[in-house]
């Protein structure tokens, strides 16, 4: 997902993504624990696109409180 695509989201639309990637993390971990390999790109993927959400959130949160000061 680009970074771009993920700004246009609002607050409830990223929560519900990054508990989305939560899950699908979690279960790929557990795949890749049980030897299944084929999950690792996947993985990967799914962790850079949490962190630019996170980022994404951070920024608004940085932005929000300097307008506020």
Do not use: C, H, P
């Amino acid at each position: 997902m680009k970074a771009e695509k993920i700004r246009e989201l609002d607050e409830k639309e990223l929560a519900s993504k990054v508990k989305e990637m939560e899950e699908q993390l979690f279960r790929l971990k557990f795949q890749m624990s049980m030897g299944q390999m084929e999950g690792l790109k996947k993985y990967r993927e799914l962790k850079k696109d949490r962190a630019r959400i996170y980022t994404v959130q951070r920024q608004r949160q940085l932005k929000a409180a300097g307008e506020a000061k």
